[in-house]
């Protein structure tokens, strides 16, 4: 089974408007980690913000804000005032204290129209 | 801090020959590294877990034989993809964080190098 799922492949958004980045994810582990990194076009990965398992409070970082909803195991990212610059994929992903590797999901290209 | 180089960028090989792509963490230690590979519109999928000291950690389905990983100091792992083939050409990227003591390494977030896109001809 897929351990982090994210459903949207593609997402138009335009400039100056937020934008919310599905991310589901599964594990038994009670402690785990949840991540988001942005990938644009040059390949580098990107760290934007992070979320615990044990934590209560969402995760903000600027304009990204993570909304995480632990009984429906979902972390989704929330872009706000999106720039041309944010066009890129973007990752969601998992680091569980079981197996320590970080692994991702399948990713959601965004693209910010002027 | 938290960076992670990767070298090369990219690089063009013969079908048949071996390739050597080198992560160091610049500013840290790193006792575990990661190597993931991308093919084009896919995501990250992590091929090893690289141990300074001892030997790599292979996913399934990953040749150790054909992906000879290497964590000879703290600071630096290499990946040689031997007998390259045009199937190897990807987008290989390594990551490493700092270490923290006891069971709290899933809140690190692991810093990548900048990737390096093998195309073998």
């Known amino acids: 089974a897929q351990k982090i799922t994210q459903t949207q492949p593609g997402m138009f958004v335009q400039e100056k408007e937020a934008v919310t980045l599905d991310c589901t994810y599964d594990?038994?582990?009670?402690?785990?980690?949840l991540f988001w990194y942005k990938q644009p076009s040059s390949g580098e990965m990107i760290f934007l913000i992070y979320q615990g398992s044990y934590d209560e409070q969402n995760a903000t970082e600027g304009r990204y804000s993570l909304n995480f909803q632990k009984a429906r195991k979902s972390a989704n990212l929330v872009i706000s005032a999106s720039q041309l610059g944010d066009s890129a994929m973007y990752f969601c992903?998992?680091?569980?204290?079981?197996?320590?590797?970080?692994?991702f999901g399948g990713g959601t290209r965004v693209l910010v129209k002027p | 801090g938290a960076v992670v180089s990767q070298h090369p960028s990219w690089v063009i090989c013969k079908s048949g020959t071996s390739v050597k792509i080198e992560c160091r963490s610049l500013d840290f230690q790193a006792t575990t590294m990661f190597w993931y590979r991308q093919f084009p519109k896919q995501s990250l999928m992590l091929m090893a877990t690289s141990n300074e000291g001892s030997k790599a950690t292979y996913e399934q389905g990953v040749e150790k034989d054909k992906f000879l990983i290497n964590h000879a100091s703290l600071t630096l792992s290499t990946l040689t993809v031997t007998s390259a083939h045009p199937e190897d050409s990807s987008f290989y990227i390594c990551?490493?964080?700092?270490?923290?003591?006891?069971?709290?390494?899933?809140?690190?977030?692991?810093?990548f190098g900048n990737g390096t896109r093998l195309t073998v001809t």
């Open positions: 594990t038994s582990d009670q402690s785990y980690g």
């Open positions: 992903a998992m680091r569980e204290a079981a197996g320590n590797k970080l692994t």
């Open positions: 990551s490493a964080s700092p270490p923290l003591t006891g069971p709290l390494s899933y809140n690190s977030p692991l810093h």
